[in-house]
């Protein structure tokens, strides 16, 4: 369970670096947004900078009581117009 919480706190650090926005956290997923609230221009970049910045965090994470075990992810990235209210649904379904 430590493990878990450490993730969780190095996952959010690396969205605290980049112009994204965490939209949700459903389950074991995170749902960002990048351009949102506030435009900016490069939104894909960022993105993508979050998921290398995931996939690097990941793969440096040593699970102790589980000795050469690598922790695994899936990184899903959408580009395109957005839906508002799908993510103020998500905003307000998470609070």
């Known amino acids: 369970m430590v493990e878990c919480v450490i993730v969780i706190r190095e996952f959010d650090e690396c969205i605290d670096r980049r112009d994204v926005y965490k939209v949700a956290t459903i389950?074991?997923?995170?749902?960002v947004a990048?351009?949102?609230p506030h435009k900016t221009t490069d939104h894909s970049r960022q993105v993508?900078?979050?998921a290398l910045d995931i996939q690097q965090t990941v793969k440096n994470f040593k699970v102790e009581h589980l000795p050469g075990h690598?922790?695994?992810?899936?990184?899903?990235?959408h580009s395109g117009r957005h839906n508002?209210?799908?993510?103020?649904?998500?905003n307000d379904k998470n609070r």
């Open 70 to 77: 690598q922790l695994q992810q899936r990184i899903g990235i």
């Open 84 to 90: 508002d209210r799908s993510l103020r649904k998500h």
């Open 34 to 36: 990048s351009g949102l």
């Open 27 to 31: 389950g074991d997923a995170y749902l």
């Open 48 to 50: 993508c900078l979050l």
